[in-house]
């Protein structure tokens, strides 16, 4: 399959320059009608059927092995989740935090991670990484460690600006539990989540899958204490039994279908255009934080209110997001081409 060819299995891109997928990835034609399968499935064939729910069961068993293989983890350690932020509570609920313990995690950090973080009564403390280079963000967080650390939670990719964090490296300093908040890395970078303890994965981001889909890696379940447990718990001996919801076949099949059409070349073909198209903005006078060889999400700024600057973009055909901190964001994925980026600089020269 060639990029061209990819792309043409995307029908939103023939209208947009879709640069989004860091919130909502662009659906495909096959995921969707995946999903339209399963539906049409259960309004003809029932819900209930033995067939159905083996039928189910076996949807469930491939995508765990494709979105294993993805992350470099064994299956039967992956857990089928709604999304990053109930990964996230399943983990920081189970480990029974106290205010005694202290979590190092940053000061770019989302709230689905960071949220569940603060709800735990321990205390929470934020390395400064967002007013440091990358190559410090290393430091920063080794200088928050302390004997009363009980837990490192940190993103691989940081949301705000799309800078990489060194996963590998945080774990061989400190050799401490660490949860990895997985949204804008799996499926748009090469990901190897076995150096984590736990590793949230969103379906419906970098994997364009549907929504309310994702997965957990839990390295050891016998090591967490869950809080609140479901069917599966009495059911599984594996990582499964921390799942919480039964995810509808339907969905399921969708976001195998998205992670059966992610190419090989997809994250050289990402990185590719996430470096073209920072380059274009630099070149173009634009502020940008985010730094050269990073990840696959472009934090820039332009002048007046950032939300009109998004709704201005999406009348000229190009789908971006505003944040928190007055930034703009966009995110290239295997999908984008050369065209997509020319739109997006074209239309900030001119919002300069």
Same mark, same amino acid.
């Given at each position: 399959?060639?990029?061209?060819?990819?792309? *043409?299995?995307?029908?939103?891109?023939?209208?947009?320059?879709?640069?989004?997928?860091?919130?909502?990835?662009?659906?495909?034609?096959?995921?969707?009608?995946?999903?339209?399968?399963?539906?049409?499935?259960?309004?003809?064939?029932?819900?209930?059927?033995?067939?159905?729910?083996?039928?189910?069961?076996?949807?469930?068993?491939?995508?765990?092995?494709?979105?294993?293989?993805?992350?470099?983890?064994?299956?039967?350690?992956?857990?089928?989740?709604?999304?990053?932020?109930?990964?996230?509570?399943?983990?920081?609920?189970?480990?029974?935090?106290?205010?005694?313990?202290?979590?190092?995690?940053?000061?770019?950090?989302?709230?689905?991670?960071?949220?569940?973080?603060?709800?735990?009564?321990?205390?929470?403390?934020?390395?400064?990484?967002?007013?440091?280079?990358?190559?410090?963000?290393?430091?920063?967080?080794?200088?928050?460690?302390?004997?009363?650390?009980?837990?490192?939670?940190? *993103?691989?990719?940081?949301?705000?600006?799309?800078?990489?964090?060194?996963?590998?490296?945080?774990?061989?300093?400190?050799?401490?539990?660490?949860?990895?908040?997985?949204?804008?890395?799996?499926?748009?970078?090469?990901?190897?989540? *076995?150096?984590?303890?736990?590793?949230?994965?969103?379906?419906?981001?970098?994997?364009?899958?549907?929504?309310?889909?994702?997965?957990?890696?839990?390295?050891?379940?016998?090591?967490?204490?869950?809080?609140?447990?479901?069917?599966?718990?009495?059911?599984?001996?594996?990582?499964?039994?921390?799942?919480?919801?039964?995810?509808?076949?339907?969905?399921?099949?969708?976001?195998?279908?998205?992670?059966?059409?992610?190419?090989?070349?997809?994250?050289?073909?990402?990185?590719?255009?996430?470096?073209?198209?920072?380059?274009?903005?630099?070149?173009?006078?634009?502020?940008?934080?985010?730094?050269?060889?990073?990840?696959?999400?472009?934090?820039?700024?332009?002048?007046?209110?950032?939300?009109?600057?998004?709704?201005?973009?999406?009348?000229?055909?190009?789908?971006?997001?505003?944040?928190?901190?007055?930034?703009?964001?966009?995110?290239?994925?295997?999908?984008?081409?050369?065209?997509?980026?020319?739109?997006?600089?074209?239309?900030?020269?001119?919002? *300069?």
């Amino acid at each position: 399959m060639t990029p061209a060819e990819a792309r *043409s299995l995307f029908p939103v891109l023939q209208r947009y320059a879709y640069l989004n997928a860091g919130s909502v990835g662009p659906l495909s034609t096959r995921t969707f009608e995946a999903m339209q399968s399963g539906e049409r499935s259960a309004l003809e064939q029932g819900r209930g059927g033995a067939k159905v729910w083996e039928g189910a069961a076996a949807t469930e068993t491939a995508l765990r092995e494709r979105l294993a293989g993805l992350i470099q983890v064994p299956p039967d350690k992956l857990v089928l989740t709604t999304s990053t932020t109930e990964g996230c509570n399943l983990v920081v609920t189970a480990l029974r935090l106290t205010p005694e313990d202290e979590v190092v995690t940053t000061d770019a950090e989302h709230p689905g991670l960071l949220m569940p973080l603060h709800a735990s009564g321990a205390k929470v403390k934020p390395a400064g990484v967002m007013e440091r280079p990358a190559a410090e963000a290393l430091a920063a967080i080794l200088a928050e460690v302390t004997p009363r650390t009980r837990l490192i939670a940190l *993103s691989h990719v940081l949301w705000l600006n799309g800078h990489v964090l060194p996963l590998a490296e945080v774990k061989r300093a400190t050799g401490l539990p660490l949860l990895v908040d997985g949204a804008q890395s799996v499926g748009a970078i090469e990901v190897d989540a *076995s150096v984590a303890d736990w590793y949230t994965v969103s379906g419906q981001k970098w994997l364009c899958g549907p929504e309310t889909t994702g997965a957990l890696y839990v390295r050891d379940h016998e090591q967490l204490q869950p809080r609140i447990q479901s069917y599966a718990a009495s059911a599984r001996t594996d990582a499964g039994r921390l799942a919480l919801v039964h995810l509808a076949p339907a969905m399921v099949g969708g976001l195998l279908a998205a992670v059966e059409d992610l190419p090989g070349w997809g994250f050289a073909r990402a990185a590719g255009l996430v470096a073209g198209c920072r380059e274009a903005l630099v070149h173009a006078g634009v502020e940008v934080r985010t730094e050269a060889r990073q990840g696959t999400l472009i934090a820039f700024r332009l002048q007046g209110d950032p939300l009109a600057a998004v709704k201005a973009a999406e009348e000229k055909g190009i789908i971006i997001r505003n944040l928190p901190d007055g930034w703009l964001r966009a995110s290239l994925g295997w999908w984008n081409d050369e065209a997509d980026i020319a739109r997006l600089v074209d239309f900030v020269g001119k919002s *300069s």
